[in-house]
């Protein structure tokens, strides 16, 4: 090979770039944008096209070429790819299926795993790849994972993981899941057993399966997750986990949650800080109603109120909230099919436009400070039907500001802030010791001397979170010793 002549890196487009389930849609995303500018540094690139469709072919062809110019890349069969001859080159190239796409010289291959590829064909390449492949240092699922070519380490602390794509975007761009020196990361599929898999560690956020929103698993392959999971989890027993099932449970029932949030805040432990700083942290007032089959008085409740599903994660609506401020928009709100069975119907706590996002990352326990939605108030209500309903996961603040007749835009400071700090850290610490957790966050809202704490919310987006990936590689290590 030439001096200073990058390798040349050969990337299958069938599954490497795209989403086999949303046929039509490209994931042209900010984290693909990124990779190839990064990849481009190191390798020369090359993307070949050859999907046995062609209309999908030239599809995703012409769609490439429009938006990334400057990569290059060809309309290639198999067969005509092996034709080619790359003298004088070092190739490395990634692919879905190793067993079709062979050159006729020395490479080095990445094989790729896509949750989008077919199960059973799957299951049946990655049998043979492990069975080939015993030590499998470069099986990835994202592009940039080839990174792992410059790692040196004959021996890195291997991390098997499990996301859904969004979860899985987020950690990239935080670098982190990108093989180096002291650790390599290998995705694994649950939809079949992974009984050739060897890891150090286990890093994932499995409950997403259920999340009939995001997640385009059908019911059987579900089901089977889930059994293969236990199973690995059971032949695995001395495994490190982040973080375990059996933790998380607790978190998915609102009122449950609530209980055991109000057991801490009453601890001594907790109870010795607050009379140190006279700032009382407390949980909202809240009742659980069913409007099926439960007959009760709703006069004596306190308006405006905040109404939400019992089940605060894994279902379609868990994210849907309604803002409530009199009797009749209640019992109209019950009659909305989102809002049918179990209901958290929560006092709305006004906070002057603050909110506090704590989150817990190991042993780091990061404060932010950010604009929260408007004060709520029941004469400053636009709706005659006095209800609204609102998604919590889009634009809050604009959502909320909708249902009022003045917006105040405001971020109004708080008075001892610092002592705040102390009592929130000290709260976080305490919850990832009785939830044995070693990833949440949660949120603070009030004013004055009192405070409310806001559901706990398992693995966060860790937004504008400084060093993650370093802060990550510490977890693993930390959870692994214990």
Known sequence: MQQNQKPLLIIDSRYTLYDM?????????TVLQKSFLLLQAHFQIQVIFCHSKPNTNDFF??????????????????????????????LIVVTHNYEQFTLNQNYQLYYFSSISQQLDKKRELELKYYQQNPKPKFHISHILQVMSYFSKSENPFCVG???????FNELIQFQTLISNNNFTYLPIDFRFFNKYIQIDLLFHKIMDIYKNKEINMKENEVQLFQQNYDKFIQENSQLPVIDSIECLQTLIQRDELNTKLESILASPEFQNVVKEHHIKIMTPRQ????????????????YPLIVKTKQGALTAN???????????????LFKQKQFKGELILQQIINHNSIIYKIYQLGSKVIVQKRKSIPNIEINNFKFEEGFYVFDTQKDLFKNVSECLKQVDEGIHECSNEAQLQKQMELLSSIISKEFKLHLFGFDIIGMNQEF???????????????????????????????
């Open 61 to 90: 062809y012409n769609e490439f070429q429009r938006n990334f110019q400057g990569i290059d890349s060809k309309k290639l069969s198999i067969q005509e790819l092996k034709e080619i001859s790359f003298q004088n080159l070092e």
């Open 287 to 302: 009742i659980v109603y069913n409007n099926i089959d439960q007959v009760q008085d709703l006069s004596n409740l306190e």
């Open 161 to 167: 993981y499990y996301f859904y794509p969004k979860k």
């Open 318 to 332: 868990c994210h849907i909230m309604a803002i409530v401020v009199n009797e009749k928009g209640l019992k109209e």
């Open 21 to 29: 389930r949303q046929k039509q849609v490209y994931k042209y995303n």
């Open 452 to 482: 409310y704490i806001i559901d706990i919310n398992h693995f966060p987006g860790y937004k504008n979170v400084e060093n993650a990936i370093e802060l990550f590689e510490q977890l693993f290590i930390q959870v692994s010793k214990k």
